[in-house]
């Protein structure tokens, strides 16, 4: 497997959009995932230069092997995207984002409105092909809805196209995040082409994590909103699958340090107020959580958030 950038059963930390950012990727790695995906960064954005853009393609070692996601469906415009990435990182992949269902990506024809497609689709992972110096994957869903479910003939057409690796998380775009992910389409996923698949949706623990891998035979797994507030569930999952031991702490330690980090890259400003859905992910089953809660929303310091992992760490 020359052009996988990591091994047979690794654990993805999933692409997720104003979640995982450095600092959560940094909090992920430290505590199991294997590897990490940048959020979906916007080719147009790469192509004129914005300044947000560039800010999401920054990552340390300490989130390495990362693999960078751009998004687009203008294949010019994503081979732009690929030669930025040739000159200004050094990711372990480059992801073609074919999966979001956000309205305004899917009807601007981008993320998986290419599943509808599949010929603009073809055009463009080839054309990012041609150029990267990486390997490219393409991260897609099971269809656009129940009645178009197309993702053994997409993940065909991605690897004919030159792609990779594969991901495919398990729901259909008019599911977004609800409802159940399909663990035999992924199955079927994995039979029905020879590179490596990875699969994604709803792993939530050691068990989902065995089954997913044991019934699908997919090369690895993707793990996105199980993390929230819970980055300790790689090292969860590798203890019982793998017997490997990744070293933890209390999850308020692990807050605290996660916190730290987003300052260190976003100031304290910016990266408090950012950090309050963390907080509110964090404090999820904690014992009489309600009022730690509503301060969470209006935390605007570090102090802010400390003394509520003060508060927290006494109702574990
Ligand atoms: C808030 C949020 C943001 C997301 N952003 C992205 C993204 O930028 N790129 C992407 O490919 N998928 C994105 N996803 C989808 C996840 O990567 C993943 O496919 C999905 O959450 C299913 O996995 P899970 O059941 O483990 O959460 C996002 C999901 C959530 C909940």
Redesign the pocket.
């Known amino acids: 497997m020359k052009n996988i950038p990591f091994n047979k059963n690794s654990i993805l930390l999933?692409?997720?959009?104003?979640?995982t950012d450095s600092a959560f990727r940094k909090i992920c790695k430290k505590y199991g995932a294997d590897v990490t995906?940048s959020?979906?960064i916007s080719s147009k954005g790469i192509y004129y230069r914005d300044k947000k853009t560039s800010s999401l393609m920054h990552y340390t070692a300490q989130e390495e092997p990362i693999i960078i996601?751009i998004f687009g469906n203008d294949s010019e415009c994503m081979k732009n995207a690929a030669e930025y990435i040739n000159l200004h990182s050094t990711p372990a992949a480059v992801?073609i984002?074919m999966?979001?269902p956000a309205p305004k990506i899917f009807q601007n024809g981008d993320g998986c409105a290419l599943m509808k497609d599949p010929d603009k689709a073809y055009k463009i992972i080839r054309s990012v092909k041609q150029v990267s110096a990486f390997p490219v994957s393409v991260?897609f869903r099971s269809g656009i809805d129940s009645e178009h479910i197309n993702a053994v003939e997409f993940a065909k057409m991605c690897q004919s196209a030159g792609a990779d690796f594969i991901t495919v998380?398990g729901?259909t775009r008019s599911q977004f995040?609800s409802g159940k992910?399909d663990i035999e389409i992924i199955k079927s996923v994995v039979s029905g082409v020879s590179i490596p698949v990875i699969a994604?949706?709803?792993?939530t623990d050691a068990v989902s994590a065995k089954h997913m891998l044991d019934y699908t035979g997919a090369y690895g797994i993707?793990?996105?909103?199980?993390a929230l507030g819970n980055p300790f569930i790689f090292a969860e999952i590798k203890k019982e699958l793998f017997n490997t031991f990744v070293p933890t702490t209390d999850i308020f330690s692990a807050a605290r340090e996660h916190l730290m980090y987003a300052v260190e890259n976003k100031g304290e400003f910016s990266a408090v107020r950012e950090f309050r859905k963390h907080l509110l992910y964090y404090l999820k089953g904690i014992n009489n959580a309600s009022q730690l809660k509503r301060m969470s929303n209006s935390v605007i310091t570090v102090d802010d958030c400390l003394k509520i992992f003060e508060l927290a760490g006494k109702n574990i």
Do not use: F, L
Request: contains cysteine; neutral net charge; glycine residues 14%.
């Open positions: 999933a692409p997720m959009a104003g979640i995906v959020e979906m996601q992801d984002n999966g979001c991260k998380h729901r995040y992910s994604n949706g709803d792993i993707m793990i996105g909103r199980a």
